[in-house]
């Protein structure tokens, strides 16, 4: 880590008393500067989830009663039953509407096929007849008219015969209207309201199978049967056989155990720590002895408040890729991840024990001749040196 205060440098040199005790063995009372390899390790608390999370939740319209539930933690593959949810109900509901649906298809089969071509049949023959009956009562007044010349009919009779034709007319205007209203709206409507009918009964008859299809839950990739706590009459755990869900009310999770990620949140002030890519470390704490290795995926580019950490402090959420999977790990274990912060093939190095302070400025003590004090410039640190940045070089002989 680098040091841009004397609160850092403190920090850091904590512990020079017992790396001084450390080296009371060594007999050595100088140390010749040189470069070597050098890496620094942050640690950080997370969480190992699966990157891969599918949530289960009732699809069933209303309150659906549990009778199946696979065993928490059982492997399962895509296609496996997760839930069965009580059906008989919806089955009996399943036979009304079927019914509902064959009557429905029958009327619209009569109706269409046999009522309203039979009622316009009989219309178009009302009006052939009135037709004949108006072209004979039309002929007889043309001839009315010729015996009235005659002398053979009077003109009341003929008046009569006029008033006749006219009311037959009337009537033929009437069927021909009737018939055109038939055609273009009455049969049109009955048509329609037997289609509506018909296609109300089907979509109750779709919904009600997918009713009973949602009964049966299948797991929709493979994982691991998690259950997820939820409020079930008044308590809250998780689900077990006869308890009743509700729709879209998630209560088990399957993750994809084979593709893992660690999820931590690096504080606002050690964000240049973590860069995308870095190597990290991971070590379950439920398993101490497994090690386990990954890369920073992402970094968050906005700040957060943590719940369980001082309100003060802010966050940045980092996601790491694991690249190791293990069949004892699980979903939401706590893990300690070591990310790469800083490495160097080549750093100039020197002991802990050998820096000092000088007011606010570190100082080495260099061996003559001549002797004397040198300020430095450090840049990270690790648990045994500090990188030295300026006032030293390779070969220096430094003094404890």
Not at 101 to 115: N, P, W, Y
Request: proline share 6%.
């Amino acid at each position: 880590m680098k040091f841009r205060s004397l609160f850092h440098f403190l920090l850091a040199t904590a512990l020079l008393p017992l790396a001084a005790c450390s080296r009371s063995g060594e007999n050595a009372s100088t140390h010749t500067i040189a470069t070597g390899p050098m890496q620094v390790w942050t640690v950080y608390p997370g969480k190992l989830e699966a990157r891969r999370v599918e949530v289960i939740m009732s699809k069933f319209n209303g309150s659906a009663t549990i009778v199946e539930l696979a065993p928490e933690g059982a492997p399962v593959k895509a296609g496996d039953l997760l839930v069965k949810f009580d059906s008989s109900q919806v089955e009996r509901d399943l036979l009304k509407l079927q019914r509902d649906f064959q009557l429905a298809s029958s009327d619209l089969e009569r109706i269409e096929k046999a009522e309203l071509p039979l009622e316009l049949r009989d219309l178009e023959a009302q009006r052939i007849e009135a037709q004949m009956t108006f072209e004979a009562e039309k002929q007889y007044l043309e001839d009315s008219r010729a015996l009235l010349a005659e002398d053979l009919v009077s003109e009341q009779e003929l008046e009569q015969q006029k008033l006749k034709v006219d009311q037959l007319k009337t009537q033929l205007e009437k069927l021909d209207q009737k018939i055109a209203l038939t055609k273009d709206f009455l049969h049109p409507s009955a048509l329609e309201r037997a289609r509506a009918t018909l296609s109300s009964a089907e979509q109750e008859l779709k919904l009600a199978k997918a009713q009973l299809a949602n009964c049966t839950v299948l797991a929709p990739a493979d994982g691991v049967v998690v259950y997820r706590p939820l409020h079930v009459g008044g308590e809250f755990r998780t689900v077990r056989v006869g308890d009743s869900i509700y729709k879209n009310q998630p209560f088990l999770i399957i993750p994809d155990m084979r593709d893992l990620i660690i999820e931590v949140q690096i504080p606002e002030a050690e964000l240049a720590r973590v860069e995308i890519g870095r190597s990290v470390r991971v070590t379950p704490l439920s398993y101490p002895d497994l090690a386990l290795t990954g890369n920073v995926e992402t970094v968050g580019s906005m700040a957060t408040i943590v719940a369980d950490r001082p309100g003060w402090q802010r966050y940045f959420r980092a996601v790491i890729g694991l690249q190791d999977a293990d069949p004892r790990l699980r979903s939401g274990m706590s893990v300690e991840a070591e990310i790469l912060s800083y490495s160097a093939d080549n750093a100039l190095l020197i002991p802990r024990s050998f820096v000092h302070m000088n007011g606010n400025e570190p100082t080495a003590r260099i061996a003559g001749p001549p002797a004397r004090t040198q300020p430095l410039k450090l840049g990270w640190a690790d648990v045994q040196n500090f990188e030295v940045l300026d006032g030293l070089k390779p070969g220096d002989v430094v003094k404890p």
